[in-house]
């Protein structure tokens, strides 16, 4: 099973891909300095390709630290 690319990463870049994307390889994004994934609100997102052919994860999408959380209601 193959997970595909699991997209590019907002404000962050590539820190380890086992350099496959089948079921067990692993490809960990760090968010620039200052950022952090706005879902995870983690400054590194590790994601595993799993069995079903999905990713652990999405890519991470970081923002600012201090914008984490501004228009949450």
């Known amino acids: ?15 380890h891909n086992s350099g ?3 079921v067990g390889s692993s ?3 760090i968010c620039d300095w200052g950022y952090y994934d706005e879902e995870t ?4 997102v590790y994601l ?3 069995d079903n052919g ?4 999405p890519a991470p999408n970081c923002v600012r ?9």
């Open 1 to 15: 099973m193959d997970c595909g690319y699991p997209g590019n990463a907002t404000n962050a870049s590539i820190a």
């Open 20 to 22: 496959s994307t089948t």
């Open 27 to 29: 490809i960990a994004y």
């Open 41 to 44: 609100r983690a400054r590194s």
């Open 48 to 50: 595993i390709c799993q």
């Open 54 to 57: 999905q990713w652990s994860n």
């Open 65 to 73: 630290k201090y914008l984490i959380g501004l228009f949450s209601s």
